[in-house]
């Protein structure tokens, strides 16, 4: 017994090592291309070099976190490779250690590594990809300032915009526009539920807006009202996190507001239940590195196997990709249609070990 689990602590090292060295590479190569696609915007306004990669290296750990899977598929290659390759998985079976035995040992390392992954995605990624959207777009934009970490705050000039809740599609919600005098008096408060970018202007609803004067307050209601503004949908993609870059708690949040509002709620469903996803992904991704390994990548060289990983993380990719814009597209239940990868590709795993 003993002996069984220094064999699990052995091959969970060799996984985690070389999970941690694919992911190293993966994620080095993702900042690399990241810098040649920021360079052409080094230089506008304040978007200095070094600015430039504060902004890389904050949305690292989005990346991190989305090609764990991957990562986890090439390191578990890589790592079973080399034992298989010095003929110490041959011997592991030899003493009595069956191949299900293996894949447990994996897929424990599996665990113990998600549970950093999770960490990153769900805690720090969220609010490093915020704060490095913000630091880019206050650098890059000389006549409109973000501010602010909770809602959306942006100057205009002598306006300040405030909205509580960004939405797919060109809308924002909960939106209060202030503007001030000369002198930083307030002189309007507009308030508006929801607000809609078309034909170049803000549509705003449901408006209330407030004059102030030295002496009285005037409250005013619209129906509709137009509201033009520097502020494009273009501009808050810069800093509004997209749905699948958020962390579950603020898409679940987000899933009630537009529940309650009567609002289509799917884009950030599906971004749910990717997110939930994730960490299933990468265990199968584990599971399925194994009959790799005892099968023809067995004598292959590094290389070889690094190949394959990614032909197989390319294929899920895109079977998870084509998945979401079928089941968004047609309305099909989205956990059904993010689970339904993971449980293809687990099917062919168990097919392939038992052919092994």
Do not use: C
């Not at 040649?36 to 290296?57: A, E, F, H, P, S």
């Not at 607000?195 to 807006?209: H, I, K, P």
């Amino acid at each position: 017994m003993v002996a069984v689990k220094i064999l699990d602590r052995y091959i969970a090292i060799a996984v985690m090592s070389g999970t941690g060295v694919a992911l190293l590479v993966i994620v080095g190569l993702e900042i690399f291309f990241s810098v040649i696609d920021q360079i052409d915007d080094v230089g506008k306004g304040d978007y200095t070099m070094n600015r430039m990669l504060q902004y890389v290296l904050l949305i690292a750990p989005r990346t991190m976190y989305e090609l764990f899977p991957i990562a986890a598929l090439l390191g578990s290659l890589v790592g079973l490779g080399m034992l298989a390759a010095n003929s110490e998985l041959v011997a592991m079976r030899a003493s009595g250690m069956s191949i299900w035995r293996i894949i447990r040992a994996v897929l424990q390392a599996g665990v113990m590594m998600l549970v950093v992954a999770v960490i990153v995605g769900e805690v720090i990624a969220p609010v490093t990809e915020r704060y490095g959207q913000q630091l880019r777009a206050t650098a890059t934009q000389k006549d409109i300032s973000f501010l602010g970490s909770r809602g959306l705050w942006v100057r205009e000039g002598n306006y300040f915009i405030n909205s509580r809740r960004v939405l797919a599609g060109r809308k924002l919600a909960d939106l209060s526009v202030y503007e001030f005098d000369a002198d930083r008096n307030l002189k309007v408060a507009t308030h508006a539920t929801h607000a809609e970018y078309r034909d170049g202007v803000w549509q705003l609803s449901s408006v209330r807006q407030s004059l102030f004067s030295p002496d009285s307050v005037e409250v005013r209601r619209f129906e509709h009202m137009i509201w033009p503004s520097l502020l494009t949908p273009d501009l808050l993609g810069v800093v509004v996190l997209e749905p699948k870059n958020m962390s579950l708690r603020d898409i679940s949040q987000f899933i009630g507001y537009l529940e309650d509002n009567g609002l289509d709620s799917q884009p950030y469903r599906y971004a749910f239940w990717a997110h939930l996803m994730t960490p299933v992904a990468a265990l199968v991704m584990l599971f399925i590195s194994v009959p790799f390994v005892f099968g023809g990548l067995r004598s292959a060289s590094i290389g070889a196997r690094m190949f394959t990983g990614i032909l197989v993380g390319f294929g899920f990719y895109l079977v998870s990709q084509f998945s979401s814009q079928v089941g968004q597209v047609y309305g099909i239940n989205p956990l059904l249609m993010m689970l339904t990868p993971s449980l293809l590709f687990l099917l062919l795993g168990i097919y392939a070990v038992r052919r092994v």
